[in-house]
């Protein structure tokens, strides 16, 4: 357990209303990750911090943000939801000593 | 960009065979990861990589790091109905560096 908890974990909204998504976890690891997952895709990254205030995009950002205001919280942001961001985003943290990446549980998003 | 190609797609097994499953890609990785996941929760690691030639096994489960840096297999050995699941695999260039996943092997056992 790498203690990353996800909130919400389900979610439902409307196209075109703004959609925020917490991962927090609580033993100071340095990097965070934002995937979503889709079927036949696998997992792909939308955004990544290397540190408080420190983000990069990954390879699905158009249309999500982050933040990172301190080293336990990560937030993905959804400016404006559209039916095709509905996924299941998973957040990832890698461990400070190691360089394997150990994933949350989730948060199921419908965009209606 | 970076791609790993996984097969097979899925698999149906019967309870008690031995299952193999692989990653290529056309570039370098100098990590392999293995991860297992099961319906409604991330994916959790199952094998780690970190040197070309490397053969790594976790209980029934055993993984290798090809030589050439560019591919890597599982191999799950007598395979039992928790066995059933997501499997993928993902490559790492360097230290704190994103991840690049396949798409996934669904494996399901007859039991």
């Known amino acids: 357990d790498a203690g990353i908890t996800q909130s919400p974990r389900h979610k439902v909204t409307e196209t075109g209303t703004p959609v925020t998504l917490r991962c927090h976890q609580t033993e100071n690891h340095r990097y965070m990750y934002w995937y979503r997952q889709d079927p036949g895709h696998g997992l792909r990254l939308i955004h990544y911090?290397?540190?408080?205030?420190?983000?990069d995009k990954g390879e699905v950002s158009d249309g999500y943000s982050v933040s990172r205001s301190k080293t336990e919280d990560f937030l993905l942001t959804l400016e404006s939801a559209t039916s095709s961001q509905t996924s299941v985003y998973f957040c990832?943290?890698?461990?400070?000593?190691?360089?394997?990446?150990?994933f949350g549980p989730g948060t199921r998003l419908l965009v209606l | 960009g970076q791609q790993l190609n996984q097969s097979p797609q899925s698999m149906f097994i019967q309870e008690g065979e031995d299952v193999s499953m692989n990653c290529t890609s056309s570039?370098?990785?100098?990590?392999w990861l293995w991860y297992k996941q099961d319906p409604g929760e991330g994916p959790v690691l199952l094998i780690a990589l970190y040197k070309a030639g490397e053969l790594t096994s976790n209980g029934r489960l055993t993984a290798q790091f090809g030589i050439t840096r560019k591919d890597s297999f599982l191999n799950i050995s007598a395979s039992i109905p928790s066995d059933v699941g997501i499997y993928f695999c993902?490559?790492?260039?360097?230290?704190?560096?994103?991840?690049?996943f396949g798409a996934g092997t669904i494996l399901r056992v007859k039991s």
């Open positions: 993902a490559g790492q260039v360097e230290y704190g560096n994103k991840l690049v």
């Open positions: 990832a943290i890698t461990q400070q000593r190691q360089e394997t990446q150990y």
């Open positions: 570039s370098i990785f100098n990590t």
């Open positions: 911090s290397y540190g408080v205030k420190d983000t």
